[in-house]
């Protein structure tokens, strides 16, 4: 368990092939309602590369549960070794790889983050590379729901060029960080000075805090192009 009420999971291929997939693209979980309907549920791929199952063997993504979800009861009675259909990858929320920005802004809530989770091995090719700087805003209500946050700090850790920035709206840790702030993520984003000639901005997770963002960056003179969506609708 990732927080109280998000699961985070692990398989591989049957057929033993990696998934090739580009950091930020998603897959579809497809399965049954109890009536027999067929449905299926989108999930981001949370996969580091360098996994230590091998390059890409790997497939997790985190999931959240919904009460009375069909995909909420999909995984949780899901045991070790259960099988799941699934697609894709799909999407286009990706590092371009023609960007020439100096800094990336990553904006996520809740499983929002997971896609940047995935995007590590990649900045941090870039920052030895090109010289990026890296600010990710993360909005969670309290510690226990700060999602792979302890990957991210050791990420800014070694990486001073990379600031992880908690933002915590109900509680916050007992020994905070100096980068955690108290309130929401569109609270906290002038801080840190869009600058439409330095900055490509990516936004997931919460539509409210998508939108929200969306307005302040455009605010703020980032052209559209600029500023990459994806928002995250828990359905049941």
């Known amino acids: 368990m990732l927080a109280p009420s998000v ?3 692990v398989f591989v291929r049957d057929d033993g092939m990696p998934l090739d997939f580009i950091p930020g693209q998603f897959i579809q979980v497809h399965f049954e309602y109890a009536d027999g309907t067929a449905t299926k549920r989108s999930y981001s791929l949370a996969t580091i590369h360098d996994h230590a199952l091998g390059p890409g063997e790997a497939v997790e993504i985190a999931v959240s549960y919904v009460p009375g979800g069909a995909a909420t009861a999909l995984f949780e009675g899901l045991p070790p070794g259960g099988h799941v259909d699934a697609s894709g990858p799909y999407g286009r929320f990706c590092l371009m790889p023609g960007d020439r920005n100096r800094r990336y802004l990553l904006i996520g809530t809740g499983t929002g983050v997971t896609p940047y989770r995935a995007m590590l091995p990649q900045l941090e090719t870039w920052i030895a590379q090109r010289g990026i700087e890296v600010v990710l805003l993360f909005g969670a209500r309290t510690p226990a729901e700060l999602l792979y946050g302890d ?3 050791a990420f800014a ?3 001073p060029q990379f600031r992880f920035v908690p933002c915590f709206s109900r509680e916050l840790p007992d020994h905070p960080h100096p980068d955690v702030r108290q309130g929401y993520v569109q609270q906290h984003l002038a801080e840190f000075a869009p600058n439409p000639e330095t ?4 936004l997931c997770g919460n539509p409210n805090m ?3 963002c969306f307005e302040a960056l455009k605010q703020a003179g980032l052209p559209v192009p600029q500023i990459r969506r994806e928002k995250y609708v828990s359905s049941k």
Do not use: S
């Open 199 to 202: 900055d490509i901005a990516y």
């Open 210 to 212: 998508v939108d929200a």
């Open 157 to 159: 850790d070694r990486h």
């Open 7 to 9: 699961g985070h999971y």
């Open 151 to 153: 990957d991210f700090r």
